[in-house]
């Protein structure tokens, strides 16, 4: 089907129930006769969650996918070839999901306009709403850091603007639009719009598994930080922590939260709880990460093609637990080499763990690095110590300006390490990615993702990235 976003169409019936995610959504329905009860919609509201552990989202690319891109990480090619063109950042080999994501955007915007028509309590709608537009503000983020340039660090020459907006449901062919891609600052207007309503409207509690107000903060705060927005940045992450909704760990904690099924420092995590939605040997987080079944197993289990480099774990100064999570695995292929162990089949399957999207630990970096850009020092050195102490570190002194920031920017590429941030870090800094597969001097086409070329072909409106 050659029509833009034809994709969406799965979700109502018209087509196929074959798409591009490996988790299919078992709740989809028809939302024209469905989305009339409370009943209906709940169903729909599972659906949107599911869609956040497809392989192109979290339940593989937005992790394992994007480490294997950036600087932490050597690809170790005993996994069939898998993650080798990442690691060498070769052009076209990058991450996606386009159809997946614009067709859980469809199904939120659905949601939302069914609301009104719903016999929910008052109370009951606007929560629903906090949290779709929440998830909507997510998904939207997401692409905006795959396909388009950063705020602040924008190669004007290059620049293609961001993505198009989709804000309204689409039920039959009739109403499919073709959009131009939005400029850069309206998404992110967007962005602020929903995340507003969200910050009002969703739940205060239900966490970590469920969109809370926390949840809506700390999407807040790292919007952002990716905006230059620092006051918002800092604000927003301190609300984020003062609910309560994760817990800083301490160091005698900080290992064993990472074998805990649900790790304690969770603002929003995606769930994985039935066996069937483990994306399984070939394709999962664990299995791209180790080469364990288990942490003091011997047995053999998946590929652990994506490893730190040397350069990677000599970062950690001598005593930094973090160091810790990261300890030779099995032979494979003949070749033993040190792992990262923060995922290990948690939820008690296999190649299945829960994946943490926001965590406490970077919430006070987000701050830390708003208050430094800020000018407030002290404030900055104050977070950046609470991260390094806890860490089994003495705390530094006297830092200011890029070489506090330098710390700060360290310390999140320390601790969010193999959590999927690295190479989004380096992208909205604007920073070369150094590695010995070959250097990416920033603005290079390989920092943005193509825009699937079925989409350009059925659509005029939209323009292709540069390289492309």
Request: aromatic share 8%; proline share 4%.
């Amino acid at each position: 089907m050659q029509k833009f976003l034809a994709i969406l169409l799965l979700l109502v019936g018209i087509t196929s129930c074959q798409r591009a995610l490996e988790i299919e959504p078992r709740q989809s329905i028809d939302a024209s006769r469905a989305l009339t009860t409370p009943e209906a919609v709940n169903s729909a509201i599972a659906n949107v969650y599911s869609y956040l552990k497809a392989q192109v989202i979290y339940g593989r690319d937005l992790v394992a996918t994007v480490e294997a891109m950036g600087d932490n990480t050597q690809i170790i090619n005993r996994a069939g070839g898998r993650y080798v063109n990442q690691g060498n950042n070769v052009l076209g080999s990058h991450v996606g999901g386009w159809a997946t994501y614009y067709s859980a955007i469809n199904e939120i915007n659905l949601i939302l306009e069914a609301l009104p028509n719903v016999s929910f309590s008052a109370t009951r709608r606007a929560e629903i709403e906090g949290e779709m537009r929440c998830i909507r503000a997510l998904l939207y983020f997401n692409m905006m850091r795959i396909y388009a340039w950063d705020p602040g660090v924008i190669v004007t020459q290059f620049d293609r603007g961001g993505v198009p907006l989709m804000l309204t449901g689409v039920l039959n062919l009739t109403q499919i639009t073709q959009p131009a891609r939005a400029p850069i600052r309206d998404v992110y207007q967007q962005l602020y719009r929903d995340l507003q309503e969200a910050i009002q409207k969703a739940p205060t509690t239900g966490g970590p598994h469920r969109i809370t107000r926390g949840a809506a903060f700390a999407l807040f705060a790292k919007v952002a930080l990716y905006n230059g927005d620092w006051e918002n940045a800092s604000r927003y992450a301190t609300e984020a922590i003062n609910t309560n909704v994760g817990r800083f760990v301490t160091n005698a904690n900080y290992v064993a939260a990472w074998r805990e099924r649900v790790h304690p420092e969770s603002i929003l995590e995606i769930l994985f709880q039935q066996e069937a939605e483990s994306h399984g040997v070939n394709e999962s987080n664990q299995s791209a990460f180790t080469t364990r079944v288990a942490l003091t197993s011997t047995s053999l289990g998946g590929w652990g093609a994506v490893v730190p480099t040397t350069q990677f774990l000599a970062l950690h100064q001598t005593g930094d637990i973090r160091r810790q999570l990261y300890q030779p695995g099995v032979n494979r292929s003949n070749i033993v080499v040190e792992e990262c162990t923060k995922f290990l089949g948690k939820t008690g399957t296999i190649y299945m763990d829960n994946i943490p999207v926001f965590r406490v630990s970077e919430m006070i970096l987000i701050r830390a690095e708003a208050q430094a850009r800020l000018g407030n020092t002290a404030q900055a050195i104050a977070d950046v110590n609470t991260i390094r102490t806890r860490c089994g570190l003495p705390p530094v002194s006297g830092l200011t300006g890029s070489a506090l920031l330098d710390e700060i920017i360290l310390q999140r590429r320390l601790e969010l390490a193999f959590e999927g941030d690295r190479w989004f870090d380096l992208k909205r800094l604007g920073r070369d990615v150094i590695k010995a597969t070959g250097n990416l001097q920033y603005g290079d086409p390989r920092y943005l993702a193509p825009l699937p070329v079925r989409e350009i072909q059925a659509n005029p409106s939209l323009v292709q990235n540069n390289g492309y």
